[in-house]
């Protein structure tokens, strides 16, 4: 059912993870909140779902067994979106803690939408019953359009000044202070949680527009870049470092990438294939029109990678495709290849410093164990990742060997 229970013999912590041995990767998976299919479901930054969601619906039995397999393959947490196309988050990992034991959930949500104070009580109540499997993905809100829907009227810096008060709030609340706030855009009084969260969430944050550094640097744990070349994803991280050194602080740096991992290269370029044909030419006008419209400058730069959309130039960088990107907002980058090829390119994003990996590939519970299984493995055995749960005893040299 899970990784422990798969593993009877590694002994939970209290938090519901095992000790294991410092390794520099850590691994989330994503959970497919509008639905999933054998083919890309789009949706997000000006763009709609096709295929009315996808054919697997994102019912909490499907995203459950999601959820499970990631926990047993090895994955420290996995992503949820936020938006009018899909699910909401908060309540939906709320529901899958129930039916997993150590897999952590990276909530997304709009800082536009919610109070700070309530925002700061909901994630120390999260991490009580949860035993500490929160962390949070703050999405300031790239689509006026869609913010307007729900209430918000602010414009695109605005919206990040905004963010920046509000996890100032956050921020001292889950210290333990008593914040009085009158700020631009945001006012408490006498503001204080009577229980702390324990732990704190890491806060995950991404942007690539001027504004969106600044909060970065401030108040990310984690900075998170789509997936584009690695020389660009090294000028962001020279870029954040520094703002961040400027302030004192230092910041960790993840990426969002899709995957396609087989046992031969030209497998896995012959499934990037499949989806590409399964992509209908209309429908890849009618989204790009759609993600043109965006005032995201990361949905900007995804964009700019898909060329003309011929499947020639879809390979922007060895081994990393942006066939996605054309039906789909948000990451539209996929690493395509053997799982040795796959584990190289992860490796090259390393010594950039990418410390974090959140991936995702369709349909996702079949991806994840193409690679859980493929390429985990090579990544371990070159002391890069390590379970979460710890080895497994037979591994260990604890018991006898008969398999996993």
């Not at 908060?90 to 925002?119: D, N």
């Not at 080895?391 to 018991?399: I, M, Q, R």
């Amino acid at each position: 059912m899970s990784t422990a229970a798969s593993r009877p013999d590694v002994q939970p912590s209290p938090s519901g993870s095992a000790s294991t041995p410092e390794a520099p990767l850590t691994f989330h998976w994503f959970l497919p909140t509008t639905g999933d299919s054998r083919h890309v479901v789009g949706g997000g930054h000006g763009s709609t779902p096709g295929s009315a969601g996808g054919d697997r619906p994102a019912s909490i039995e499907y995203l459950g067994q999601i959820a499970r397999s990631a926990e047993q393959l090895g994955f420290t947490g996995a992503l949820t979106p936020t938006g009018a196309w899909c699910e909401d988050a908060w309540i939906t990992t709320a529901m899958l803690t129930q039916v997993t034991e150590r897999l952590k959930f990276l909530v997304a949500f709009r800082p536009g939408q919610i109070s700070p104070t309530l925002s700061a009580q909901m994630a120390a109540t999260y991490q009580r019953q949860s035993h500490g499997r929160l962390l949070l993905n703050v999405v300031t809100g790239g689509e006026s359009a869609e913010q307007r829907a729900y209430g918000d009227f602010l414009g695109k810096d605005e919206r990040y000044a905004r963010t920046g008060e509000f996890l100032g709030i956050v921020r001292r609340l889950w210290n333990g202070e008593r914040v009085d706030h009158d700020g631009d855009h945001l006012r408490v009084e006498g503001a204080e949680l009577n229980r702390l969260p324990d732990p704190v969430p890491q806060i995950y944050f991404g942007g690539s527009s001027p504004a969106a550094g600044e909060v970065a640097s401030r108040h990310s744990d984690v900075y998170l870049t789509w997936g584009e070349p690695p020389q660009q994803v090294k000028q962001k991280i020279d870029w954040i470092r520094s703002l961040a050194e400027a302030r004192g602080r230092t910041v960790r740096f993840g990426i969002r990438l899709h995957t396609i991992s087989r046992d031969t290269s030209a497998q896995a370029w012959a499934e990037a294939e499949r989806l590409l044909d399964g992509m209908d030419p209309e429908r890849i006008k009618a989204v790009q029109q759609g993600l043109a419209a965006s005032e995201s400058e990361g949905q900007r730069r995804m964009r700019e990678l898909h060329g003309s959309g011929t499947s020639d130039q879809l390979e922007i960088y060895p081994g990393l495709w942006a066939g996605v990107g054309l039906v789909r907002g948000g990451a539209g980058t996929s690493l395509v290849g053997s799982h040795a090829e796959v584990a190289a390119l992860i490796e090259e994003y390393h010594r950039l410093g990418i410390e974090e990996f959140v991936l995702s590939g369709v349909p996702h519970l079949e991806e994840a164990y193409w690679f859980g299984e493929g390429v985990l493995p090579l990544l371990e055995k070159h002391g890069l990742w390590r379970h979460p749960a710890g080895p497994h005893p037979a591994e260990a040299g604890l018991v006898p060997f008969a398999g996993r």
